[in-house]
């Protein structure tokens, strides 16, 4: 087993069970945390293989859909003895996003040979499964938590991708691009680091907007 198919499987396996843990949160039933397992598991590469024009990676191989039911379910039984799941399903993500940001860059670099989408499919296939996780559950999206996300996929990505471009190996490359990503994250839910912020005055209601510009039409 390659080194890419490891991060495959474990990247889908550690998304499906911060699916499932949304999924306890919201107190679902079992098949709404077989659903909310597949969906957070599968959407970011589904996505990357669709936008690739490549076969999507469950259909050729079902057994991602299988690590997806039995993350699942394994969830289901075990999450009352969790104490802090919230907690858990952030720490589990981030591993989720260290490990996925690297696998879509190389999917990416495999398929195009351009650094530019491995990036882009780096960051994709590792944030997209988490998005549609919190839609799905009705919180805050973690694109509009002020900690650091999109930045530590963009950052594990883009070292992935610089290290395997100066012809290093695989294991080296990812090894990094994993640990990057990784940190920043860990970083970011430990100590609260964030980027800075767009400060401006606050702007006006929609209603007065409208009204200034009516009144320069008139004039």
Same mark, same amino acid.
Do not use: K, N, Y
């Given at each position: 087993m390659s080194l890419l198919m490891i991060l495959d499987y474990a990247g889908v396996a550690v998304f499906a069970a911060t699916g499932a843990l949304a999924a306890s949160r919201k107190e679902l039933d079992f098949i709404g945390f077989l659903f909310f397992a597949a969906v957070t598991g599968s959407g970011g590469g589904t996505v990357r293989d669709l936008i690739l024009g490549r076969p999507v990676f469950w259909v050729m191989d079902p057994a991602y859909i299988l690590i997806c039911v039995a993350t699942g379910a394994f969830v289901f039984f075990t999450a009352t003895y969790v104490e802090s799941r919230y907690k858990l399903l952030l720490w589990l993500d981030a591993i989720g996003l260290a490990a996925y940001c690297v696998l879509g860059a190389a999917k990416g670099m495999a398929a195009t040979g351009s650094p530019t989408i491995a990036i882009v499919t780096g960051v994709m296939t590792a944030t997209l499964g988490g998005v549609l996780r919190d839609v799905l559950a009705n919180e805050q999206s973690v694109l509009l938590r002020p900690e650091i996300y999109i930045t530590s996929a963009l950052a594990g990505a883009g070292a992935f991708? =610089? !290290?395997? &471009? &100066?012809?290093?190996?695989? %294991? !080296?490359? =990812?090894? /990094? +691009?994993? !640990? %990057?990503? /990784? =940190?920043?994250? +860990? +970083? =970011?839910?430990h100590y609260g680091w964030t980027l800075p912020r767009y400060m401006s005055r606050p702007g006006r209601p929609p209603e007065e907007a409208l009204k200034s510009g009516k009144r320069k039409k008139r004039r």
């Open positions: 991708t =610089a !290290v395997h &471009m &100066m012809g290093q190996p695989l %294991i !080296v490359s =990812a090894g /990094f +691009g994993v !640990v %990057i990503s /990784f =940190a920043l994250r +860990g +970083g =970011a839910l």
